[in-house]
């Protein structure tokens, strides 16, 4: 069975970074692509970036663009979410979550890492 | 970027039938997939390229589109399918799967 597994939660202050990981297991890391979900408290669900393990290309979502860096690395199938120059408007939950190329979907996800951004 | 726009809220009778809309322009030239989020869990893939169901996603789910809209319709709704459901596609340039719908809250009555 496919699982993604995150790192544990974070309280950071402001100004700070914050990398999570998501470690893979039972499929090829470099057959999907990984993608970052962000989901602030009682809120919906915003896309991020993606990361393709298989050559590192990265693709950020204007929003984060600047802040956010995606990296994979293979050796450890492990994927990886930095945002930095953290606010208050950062705390929320962050998700991974993998999609087959030949899918328009995000099949499988991580069970996510709350962050708390507060001085 | 694109917008996908869901109604906030509905509800349901047990084993009754409810259908939730996504709208957006992306949605003319892309497929939709379906999320659906049980509180303190993440999200599940329920519905992807129009109307495939990911194994163990039972038949009761399925999805539709017709334009610039994209249904997922649960038929016989039952007490754990109450969750709140987000569509996703691709953002106007087809880059990537960067747009996700503002979610719809289903309520099982």
């Known amino acids: 069975e496919v699982q993604l597994v995150q790192s544990g939660a974070e309280v950071k202050k402001p100004g700070a970074t914050v990398k999570i990981s998501c470690k893979v297991s039972?499929?090829?890391?470099?057959?999907?692509?990984m993608h970052w979900v962000q989901q602030t408290p009682g809120e919906g669900l915003e896309w991020m970036g993606l990361v393709d393990p298989a050559d590192g290309e990265t693709i950020y979502a204007e929003k984060f663009q600047g802040r956010v860096t995606i990296t994979a690395d293979t050796s450890t199938d492990t994927a990886y979410m930095e945002l930095s120059s953290l606010r208050s408007e950062d705390t929320a939950m962050y998700y991974c979550a993998v999609q087959d190329p030949s899918n328009d979907a995000f099949d499988i996800w991580g069970q996510g890492t709350m962050v708390t951004v507060s001085s | 970027s694109s917008e996908l726009t869901q109604d906030p809220a509905v509800s349901v009778a047990l084993g009754q039938t409810v259908r939730i809309t996504c709208q957006g322009d992306s949605l003319r030239s892309y497929y939709a997939s379906w999320y659906q989020q049980k509180p303190g869990q993440a999200p599940v893939l329920v519905i992807y390229a129009k109307n495939s169901r990911p194994s163990g996603i039972p038949d009761r789910f399925s999805g539709s589109s017709s334009g610039n809209t994209a249904s997922l319709t649960i038929t016989g709704a039952q007490a754990e399918d109450e969750a709140v459901y987000y569509c996703?596609?691709?953002?106007?340039?087809?880059?990537?799967?960067?747009?996700f719908g503002t979610g719809t809250k289903v309520t099982v009555l």
């Open positions: 996703n596609s691709r953002d106007s340039s087809g880059n990537h799967l960067g747009v």
């Open positions: 039972e499929y090829t890391f470099t057959d999907y692509y």
